[in-house]
């Protein structure tokens, strides 16, 4: 009763400055990503409410660009207004027991083949678990099992990432809600980020 979301929520995603520009025009439309290591399974990705975390990532990617299918000449962020609308939101409580049944559900099908379970790993001297192959592959046999009427739009989920900001601190530097559309019928609208205006 409580999956659907009410009201609007920005979300920003980084990519290239002619992605961007392309998408705010209406000539193109953002690709949903199809990873087996996505973090929230197969979607159009966004930070929720953090333009600076969206313009770190595709920073990074353009570091990476000639390893990384997505090249990024240009950083950018393109903003989107977003109706999650039916969400399997993974910081509320009672949608993480529907998690850990998809990973059991996963866990018996994968038995019964004699197959094993994918793994998360971390990449290089990053202690965060950064290719996800076990929670995409736990997220996606949610939604192969779930009923066409009960069909989520999009996945949220709370990210602890990054090192500490200072000793002992309860934060992490890379910290974020990533939201995952599903539906794309959820995106209302594009925009280009604007500056902050002094007053």
């Known amino acids: 009763m409580y999956s659907d979301r009410s009201g609007l929520i920005l979300g920003f995603h980084g990519c290239d400055l002619k992605v961007r520009d392309k998408v705010v025009a ?10 087996s290591y996505d ?7 966004f930070w929720e409410n953090s333009p600076t975390r969206a313009l770190d990532f595709a920073t990074a990617l353009k570091r990476k ?8 000449e240009t950083p950018a962020v393109l ?3 977003i109706d999650l609308k039916h969400c399997l939101d993974l910081t509320e ?7 850990k049944t998809g990973y059991d559900t996963l866990k018996e099908l994968l038995d019964t083949q004699g197959l094993e379970l994918p ?8 202690k965060d678990l950064l290719i996800r192959h076990l929670d995409c592959a736990v997220i996606k046999t949610i939604h192969e099992n779930n009923a066409a009427e009960n069909r989520y739009d999009s996945v949220r989920g709370m ?10 601190a309860g934060f992490r530097e890379k910290n974020h809600v990533q939201i995952c559309i599903r539906n794309p ?15």
């Not at 973090?39 to 990705?45: K, N």
């Not at 660009?65 to 990024?72: A, G």
């Not at 409580?93 to 998690?99: H, R």
Request: aromatic fraction near 12%; glycine fraction near 10%.
């Open 39 to 45: 973090w929230l399974g197969d979607g159009i990705y």
């Open 159 to 168: 990210f602890i990432e990054g090192d500490l900001p200072y000793p002992n």
């Open 65 to 72: 660009s000639k390893k990384h299918s997505q090249k990024i």
């Open 185 to 199: 019928n959820c995106i209302k609208g594009y925009f280009i980020p604007r500056e902050l205006v002094k007053f």
């Open 26 to 35: 209406g000539l193109s439309q953002l690709r949903k990503s199809t990873n």
């Open 79 to 81: 903003g989107a207004i």
């Open 119 to 126: 793994k998360n790993i971390e990449v290089g001297d990053s």
């Open 93 to 99: 409580f009672k949608n993480l027991q529907i998690l």
